[in-house]
């Protein structure tokens, strides 16, 4: 087959949507297939002075789809992640064709704005404005909900997700897929040495309220106040050290080391000379940073807000799950991890052993499977 993956993302693989596209096209072309991408710089513009990007997105692929085909280029699958193919869909159902849509789905947007709307009620993100509601509501919105519609299969990253388009997008279950995101077989490979003592902790994301950075300061002041040996590497903050250690308290700032945009090589040595990985974020499709933590040998501490999280990891067996905002049961976990090597050890390494079922060739095969059972359907 000859399939099209698109998204309004750039072409850089530090950035997640960039990663899981060119993973699971490396993996479709493994298995024979003939493997395209569209990205935000090869479409054109057609909405000027850069505005409604989303919108100015998803009617160049319709119209790169169109112009090629009339270059005699046909697609089997078109494989658009969020509401980037809601035009690409339409595009099919208008001329009566073949759905050849298949929609991935990070995450959900009303599920983004329920939990900014509970964070802003308690002053720790910001509210959302007129523009901000229009852009998602009006626009985001309406264009997911679109691309569900017309789509002949829909991928989704947890139970969570799944159950909550089938229940506010009206999209039949059996259309809904849940396929996890995948790690790159080479972290499972390195070698990993559980110290003790144990003190070097280790968070990966943007520093944003979303990824629970509010929650990861206060124990970071707890644990600190109690073992001044600790430290803290912040890794792909997408903001500047200063910016980021701003919202630390004087006394724990000499602690944190940020890194604000680190190279792949970069972040998978950091996953290996770091005792914990730690991750309390509030919002999540399926964090890529979490599972290439676990590939790589590493105890987790995370969120059961964290999405897909709920849906990979037993606490207990290949990490530790807490509730969301609960800071007292984050410190609780992470002094638990940071004073018992066999724990580490043993969270570790069934993590390792779990994501050897998630490589992302597997990976891509379940995703075509998938295609392929809807098709069928």
Known sequence: MRILIGSNTPNDLRLAVARVMHFIGEGWRQMGHQVDYLYASDVPKLIPRGRLPWINYALAAALVLRSRERQGIHYDVLNFHGGDGCFVGLYDWLRRRERRLVVTM??????????????????????????????????????????????????????????FMARHYRVLPQKIVVVANGVPAEYLAAQREYSHPASRLLFVGTWGWYKGKRYLVEAAERLVSSDPTLTFSLVGTGKDEATVKADFPVYVRPH????????????????????????????????????????????????????????????GEDGLVVPARDVDRLVEAIRQLLGDVELRRYLGTNARRKMRELTWDQVARRWMEAIQSCQET
């Open 256 to 315: 944190v080391r940020v890194i604000p945009e680190a190279p792949n090589e970069l972040v998978r040595a950091e996953y290996l000379s770091h005792d914990v990985f730690v991750f309390p974020s509030l919002f999540e499709g399926s964090s890529l940073a979490l599972l290439e933590a676990m590939a790589s040998g590493m105890p987790v501490v995370v969120s059961d807000a964290a999405g897909a999280a709920r849906d990979i990891i037993q606490s």
């Open 106 to 163: 990070h995450g959900v947007e009303e599920m983004y704005w329920q939990v900014q709307n509970q964070e802003s009620k308690r002053g720790l993100s910001p509210r959302c404005s007129l523009k901000e509601l229009f852009a998602r509501y009006a626009l985001r919105r309406s264009q997911a909900l679109l691309a569900v519609r017309l789509a002949r299969c829909v991928t989704a990253y947890s139970e969570a997700g799944r159950d």
